[in-house]
């Protein structure tokens, strides 16, 4: 499988300490500063995402899931209220 051409561009602000501590590891793990630093986060962006891309029920759950989805929406007067008043953008300007 060839690699993705890398075509975009991250610009990131740092300490002079945090640049020495990310050169060192770099060097240690024998890559580009550039390539550890882009490793690194992806790998923790995998580790954050999971639980806001996918979650997992179980039978009784999801079935609840699916109800809860299919019922309709609950009257929300506050909300119509609201929605028959014009906007500020529909208001005649006051003097």
Known sequence: MAAATRSEKLDLRLT???KRVLHAAARAS???VSDFV???ALARAEEAL???RQFGLDAERWQAFL???DAPARPL???GRL???PS???REPTE
């Open 16 to 18: 002079p300490e945090a």
């Open 67 to 69: 109800t809860a989805l």
């Open 50 to 52: 999971p639980d806001r």
């Open 38 to 40: 882009l490793e690194s």
């Open 83 to 85: 929605m028959a008043e």
């Open 88 to 90: 500020v953008f529909e």
């Open 77 to 79: 007067p506050r909300l």
């Open 30 to 32: 024998r890559r580009s």
